[in-house]
């Protein structure tokens, strides 16, 4: 089945501890991309990728880390961890990389993130 | 910058049509998308609709593309229980490297 697979679901960490959430996709998408979702705020992009070990900065990359070692895997890392960075992430990835086809971008299940 | 803008509330009875709207600034986009999401989980790929297209029509669903007052809307025919969530409206930035913007989503909420 074609999808987008991000670990973990939940995760309740401490300020400061280093963690990483993972995500994968099995379409061979080039283009791929993290967002994190923030009631009344909506959907903002934090980093995005355009293909192997090409990434650039979305519109809040401050506190997070990406690479993109492999095409299938970008990992998202939070180097050290805040409150205000308690959100709902998810990632995405598009056979475009431009994004734009009828196909748009295929959404992981989203990783809830809590930093206490 | 970019702006995507969606109401955030709609409630309406079963059977009864709803029309979610979206107004946005960018109009390089190639695709406009609606996605769905269903309370914890993911966002879904709804439908779309090309650029050069007035309406598209898929099953229950219609899309209006007004490109000159940049307005897009969403009409769900018949609306069910199972279509209450949460629906985004989502413009692709070309010279952004594909960034999606979305608006803040609208949740609708269909009662029996």
């Known amino acids: 089945e074609a999808q987008v697979t991000q670990n973990p679901r939940y995760l309740i960490t401490v300020t400061g501890k280093k963690l990483t959430v993972t995500c994968s996709q099995n379409?061979?998408?080039?283009?791929m991309s993290w967002y994190r979702q923030d009631p009344g705020l909506g959907l903002r992009q934090i980093y995005y990728?355009?293909?192997?070990?090409?990434?650039d900065k979305g519109d809040v990359p401050e506190g997070y880390k990406v690479s993109r070692k492999e095409k299938r895997n970008f990992p998202l890392i939070l180097e050290s961890p805040s409150p205000n960075q308690t959100s709902l992430y998810f990632c995405?990835?598009?056979?475009?990389?431009?994004?734009?086809?009828?196909?748009?971008?295929?959404f992981g299940s989203g990783t809830r993130l809590t930093v206490v | 910058g970019e702006d995507v803008e969606q109401s955030l509330f709609l409630s309406v009875r079963e059977g009864d049509s709803s029309v979610i709207n979206c107004t946005y600034t960018?109009?390089?986009?190639?695709?406009l998308y609606w996605y769905k999401q269903e309370p914890g989980a993911g966002l879904q790929l709804l439908t779309y609709?090309?650029?050069?297209?007035d309406m598209k029509q898929d099953q229950r669903l219609t899309v209006l593309l007004n490109k000159k007052d940049k307005h897009l809307s969403l009409r769900i025919a018949d609306t069910q229980t199972g279509d209450s969530a949460i629906y985004f409206c989502?413009?692709?930035?070309?010279?952004?490297?594909?960034?999606?913007?979305f608006g803040q989503g609208t949740e609708l909420s269909v009662k029996p």
């Open positions: 995405a990835s598009s056979l475009s990389r431009t994004g734009q086809t009828n196909y748009g971008y295929t």
């Open positions: 379409m061979n998408h080039e283009y």
């Open positions: 990728s355009m293909n192997v070990e090409v990434t």
């Open positions: 960018d109009s390089s986009s190639t695709y």
């Open positions: 609709i090309f650029s050069n297209m």
């Open positions: 989502a413009v692709p930035i070309y010279n952004q490297g594909g960034k999606l913007i």
